[in-house]
T-cell receptor, first 113, second 118 residues
Framework: AQSVSQHNHHVILSEAASLELGCNYS??????LFWYVQYPGQHLQLLLK??????LVKGIKGFEAEFIKSKFSFNLRKPSVQWSDTAEYFC???????????FGTGTQLKVEL | GAVVSQHPSWVICKSGTSVKIECRSL??????MFWYRQFPKQSLMLMAT?????????EQGVEKDKFLINHASLTLSTLTVTSAHPEDSSFYIC??????????????FGPGTRLTVT
């Protein structure tokens, strides 16, 4: 069965620091990859997604992620974080003919002023 | 656009009773909706895929007789937790995929329902 690993469970950064959150998946077939964000008290929102083409995808709020097929990775990056980026971030992989979305365990990001 | 609502947002019920949670796509049609469960400090776990007009598809280990799913219209899916027990206490989240967009596209998530069984 497919699985998604997020290595950083809690990350604390100062404003303007750079961010990279790791995501690895185990699935041998074609995958669609997502990063979702959950701000405190809010529902999950899509940050960005990769289906095909350019492996470097750009999302909302200055986030980007790079799909490296050989490493089964889809790491999330942001050059300079803001206090408002404090949230929980989930990596997810879509398989099963486009139906089954498997989530990682999430990374809690706290950005300090 | 692409808003999914859930009702109620939180519910407390007594052990042995049943609770129904509604999931609605407000501005799009969804032939497929999904129900997830999220435990504290853990990830979302897919419970079942709800298909409009047909039976739901349950993930391994999820009791279909305990978690009844009905998807009677293109904008509404319901999850009924039957004979609830304290271990069913959790955060239940639904999502929906826009039928007008290609398969594999993003799912839109509802705000979740906090269920507490006493």
């Amino acid at each position: 069965a497919q699985s998604v690993s997020q290595h950083n469970h809690h990350v604390i950064l100062s404003e303007a620091a750079s961010l990279e959150l790791g995501c690895n998946y185990s699935y041998g077939g074609t995958v669609n990859l997502f990063w979702y964000v959950q701000y405190p008290g809010q529902h999950l929102q899509l940050l960005l997604k990769y289906f095909s083409g350019d492996p470097l995808v750009k999302g909302i709020k200055g986030f980007e992620a790079e799909f490296i097929k050989s490493k089964f990775s889809f790491n999330l990056r942001k050059p300079s974080v803001q206090w408002s980026d404090t949230a929980e971030y989930f990596c997810a992989v879509l398989t099963g003919g486009g139906n089954k979305l498997t989530f990682g365990t999430g990374t809690q990001l706290k950005v300090e002023l | 656009g692409a808003v999914v609502s859930q009702h109620p947002s939180w519910v407390i019920c007594k052990s042995g009773t049943s609770v129904k949670i509604e999931c609605r796509s407000l501005d799009f049609q969804a032939t497929t909706m999904f129900w997830y469960r999220q435990f504290p400090k853990q990830s979302l776990m897919l419970m079942a895929t709800s298909n409009e007009g047909s039976k739901a598809t349950y993930e391994q280990g999820v009791e279909k007789d305990k978690f009844l799913i009905n998807h009677a219209s293109l904008t509404l899916s319901t999850l009924t937790v039957t004979s609830a027990h304290p271990e069913d206490s959790s955060f239940y989240i639904c999502s929906a995929r826009d039928s007008g967009r290609p398969i594999g596209n993003e799912q839109y998530f509802g705000p979740g329902t906090r269920l507490t069984v006493t």
